[in-house]
């Protein structure tokens, strides 16, 4: 790679060619809906009508790009700003707050307009115009998932534009940036990517997709404004780099998925797909002409970006040729057939992969692992026994979400509650054990006065932060370890999860993050915000076990079936026992409940009594120290008088 100077890019789009391409961009959303409009109309939606579809996408379209102005205007102080030289108060400065105000007016016209696409949304996911809505509009919005997706979004937007009016720091600037980038997913996960054989994995691509486009985009418009900085093209080439690789292959898996087989050319919602992966393609070849380059302006990318916006809007308004392929009922809730009963022998066979977690599993690796050899490398010692717990609990992560076991835990309780104890209770053990929050403190390095931010400035900002804090509280993470069990198995919150894939992901992830965070008080290598005693730490874990073995006697005995009427709509003919398969999804409950928290107190004592062995050798040490001091002052008081004795001895032979 070489650095030659050259004349730099212009560094702004004008603002006309912008609105410009706004317009262009809305207008072929009303085209794209036209077009369908001509269309043979799906089964129960023979009412649907032209102004409800593209005021539905239009709004859509423009609520998306207010939340990406949004997030490039806090990304540009959350990835730019430079660690001043005296952070006595560590607040912004004026331009950097600046920023951070125009974020959150961006925030609520995103809020406006999301709330203005709720109505349409729920219009057009049932088939009528917009007016049968406004005639009952709690019915139909409380009825359509799409709808109430609109409606998150909205509330998001709106905690957004309300925290940016208190968010005087570079950290709350970051954790509101992480916000716009979360709250662009609801509306997404609940579009065609959920519906038909495929759907699973189409809604991790999305996903995927919607988090790296957003980081993508918004970085380069954001990277705009220091062209000229090394430091900042360094961090845009990296950022912009990952999130493209990963926008690319997500869009390409989307893309199979929506067109069910057929060739992009065949319809209209082909072309239109095609059309705006190859302006991503376009976006593409630039980032990787400005490898070459030292320093760059953004040209024509966030004119191209909003075309790629446009693009995806206009499949919004239109019908993918997946929705014309029939379904089974699995395939309508799991996005697969799970085939015949479940072979112990064969469970840890390839199966249906679980996308999303199996990426983050295999970025946790490679991420730890670097870290790893970064700190080998520069000489300093970690214990390669850390790495090795890592590595295994992210490999049992791996090998349960791509085997037979993850597709079979959507289709039987008893092993949906064996992934669940793996994720709640074991992989958490082996990753507190491997202190990864301390490894990246030693690997990473911290900012200078004058420099950027780095992740390891984030990471010790925010285990200080007031609210981080009060949800790592003892108390508060004890009673959502234990009372997740009970509000989510005993209410219709496991029937409900359990119909859409991506709140079947959300409560996956709610394990695996409250077991950490349970375990990362008791046993944990990294020191917790709200670190406690060791005696204090037993109490802890003594107190949960009770609760555990109360909630797997309370799956035994119950008479009711949990998720029952979501277990018979699979309609799987060799799964008609579905009391038997939860009184062993209740055994399971309690073998693997219990034995990983007597091990947790086998190692807890073990780390007291190091701990009180390390204190020991410590005293011990002050105490020689101490003696040293005190033999040096007695010989010092002992020179003294030796040297009076010599002056005294002096003068007398003198007299």
């Known amino acids: 790679m070489t650095n030659a100077p050259h004349r730099a890019e212009r560094a702004r789009v004008p603002a006309a060619v912008l609105i410009a391409v706004t317009v262009a961009a809305a207008v072929g959303v009303v085209l794209a809906a036209g077009w369908q409009a001509q269309q043979t109309t799906l089964p129960g939606r023979v009412e649907a009508d032209l102004f409800t579809i593209a005021a539905g996408a239009l709004f859509g379209f423009v609520a998306t790009l207010f939340a990406l102005v949004s997030l490039a205007k806090l990304i540009r102080v959350a990835a730019f700003a430079r660690r001043p030289a005296r952070e006595a108060a560590n607040l912004l400065a004026d331009r950097q707050q600046d920023l951070v105000a125009a974020g959150g007016g961006w925030a609520a016209g995103w809020c406006v307009t999301a709330l203005a696409a709720a109505p349409f949304?729920?219009?057009?996911?049932?088939?009528?115009?917009?007016?049968?809505?406004?005639?009952?509009?709690?019915?139909?919005?409380?009825?359509?998932?799409?709808?109430?997706?609109?409606?998150?979004?909205?509330?998001?937007?709106?905690?957004?534009?309300?925290?940016?009016?208190?968010?005087?720091?570079?950290?709350?600037?970051?954790?509101?940036?992480?916000?716009?980038?979360?709250?662009?997913?609801?509306?997404?996960?609940?579009?065609?990517?959920?519906?038909?054989?495929?759907?699973?994995?189409a809604t991790d691509a999305a996903t995927i997709l919607t988090l790296a486009c957003?980081?993508?985009?918004?970085?380069?418009?954001?990277?705009?404004?220091?062209?000229?900085?090394?430091?900042?093209?360094?961090?845009?080439?990296?950022?912009?780099g990952v999130a493209l690789g990963l926008s690319l292959a997500a869009r390409i898996g989307i893309g199979a998925f929506e067109l069910a087989g057929e060739t992009p050319w065949e319809s209209g919602y082909g072309l239109v797909a095609a059309g705006g992966f190859g302006v991503m393609i376009i976006l593409a070849v630039l980032w990787l002409v400005r490898l070459r380059r030292s320093s760059?302006?953004?040209?024509?990318?966030?004119?191209?970006?909003?075309?790629?916006l446009g693009a995806q809007s206009a499949l919004t308004a239109m019908v993918p040729p997946r929705y014309w392929w029939p379904q089974t009922a699995q395939e309508n809730y799991l996005g697969f057939n799970v085939g015949g009963a479940p072979q112990v022998a064969e469970l840890l066979l390839p199966g249906r992969p679980n996308l999303l977690i199996a990426c983050l599993a295999m970025a946790a690796i490679a991420l730890y692992l670097w870290g790893f050899l970064r700190l080998r490398r520069r000489g300093d010692h970690w214990p390669v026994y850390r790495a090795v717990l890592w590595t295994l609990a992210w490999l049992?992560?791996?090998?349960?979400?791509?085997?037979?076991?993850?597709?079979?835990?959507?289709?039987?309780?008893?092993?949906?509650?064996?992934?669940?104890?793996?994720?709640?209770?074991?992989?958490?053990?082996?990753?507190?054990?491997?202190?990864?929050?301390?490894?990246?403190?030693?690997?990473?390095?911290?900012?200078?006065?004058?420099?950027?931010?780095?992740?390891?400035?984030?990471?010790?900002?925010?285990?200080?932060?007031?609210?981080?804090?009060?949800?790592?509280?003892?108390?508060?993470?004890?009673?959502?370890?234990?009372?997740?069990?009970?509000?989510?198995?005993?209410?219709?919150?496991?029937?409900?999860?359990?119909?859409y894939h991506w709140a079947h992901q959300l409560m996956t992830l709610h394990f695996l993050i409250t077991g950490c965070l349970f375990y990362g008080l008791a046993v944990g290598v990294d020191t917790p915000p709200r670190p406690i005693p060791h005696v204090a730490k037993l109490g802890f874990v003594f107190a949960a076990m009770p609760f555990h073995a109360f909630f797997a006697v309370a799956v035994l005995s119950g008479n009711s079936i949990i998720g029952e009427n979501y277990y018979k709509s699979l309609d799987l003919a060799w799964h008609n026992d579905l009391f038997g398969d939860q009184q062993i999804g209740g055994q399971i409950a309690w073998a693997t409940g219990e034995l990983p928290l007597l091990i947790i107190i086998v190692a807890l004592v073990g780390q007291w009594f190091r701990s009180d062995q390390r204190e020991a050798r410590r005293r011990d040490r002050a105490v020689r120290a101490g003696d040293d001091e005190l033999d040096a002052y007695n010989a010092m008081l002992a020179e003294l008088s030796r040297r009076e004795t010599d002056r005294e001895a002096v003068h007398d032979d003198r007299s």
Not at 129 to 151: H, K
Not at 215 to 239: E, H, K, S
Not at 446 to 472: H, K, M
């Open 214 to 240: 957003s980081v993508w985009f918004a970085i380069t418009w954001a990277a705009g404004a220091a062209w000229q900085d090394p430091a900042a093209v360094a961090r845009y080439r990296l950022v912009a």
């Open 121 to 201: 949304s729920a219009a057009t996911s049932t088939g009528v115009p917009i007016g049968y809505v406004l005639y009952a509009p709690a019915d139909f919005l409380s009825s359509s998932q799409s709808a109430q997706a609109w409606l998150v979004t909205a509330a998001i937007a709106f905690v957004v534009a309300l925290a940016t009016r208190f968010a005087h720091t570079w950290r709350s600037a970051v954790a509101v940036a992480g916000l716009v980038a979360v709250g662009g997913l609801p509306p997404v996960l609940t579009a065609q990517v959920s519906v038909g054989a495929g759907h699973d994995l």
């Open 296 to 308: 760059f302006g953004p040209g024509w990318d966030p004119a191209l970006m909003i075309l790629v």
């Open 396 to 499: 049992i992560v791996l090998v349960v979400t791509t085997s037979r076991v993850w597709m079979y835990s959507s289709a039987m309780f008893s092993w949906h509650m064996a992934v669940h104890m793996t994720f709640n209770m074991l992989v958490p053990v082996l990753v507190v054990l491997s202190g990864p929050i301390t490894l990246l403190q030693r690997a990473g390095r911290v900012s200078r006065p004058g420099e950027e931010y780095r992740v390891r400035d984030a990471v010790n900002s925010f285990l200080q932060w007031g609210p981080v804090r009060v949800l790592t509280h003892p108390l508060l993470v004890w009673v959502i370890f234990i009372g997740s069990f009970y509000a989510l198995y005993f209410s219709g919150l496991f029937e409900s999860a359990m119909k």
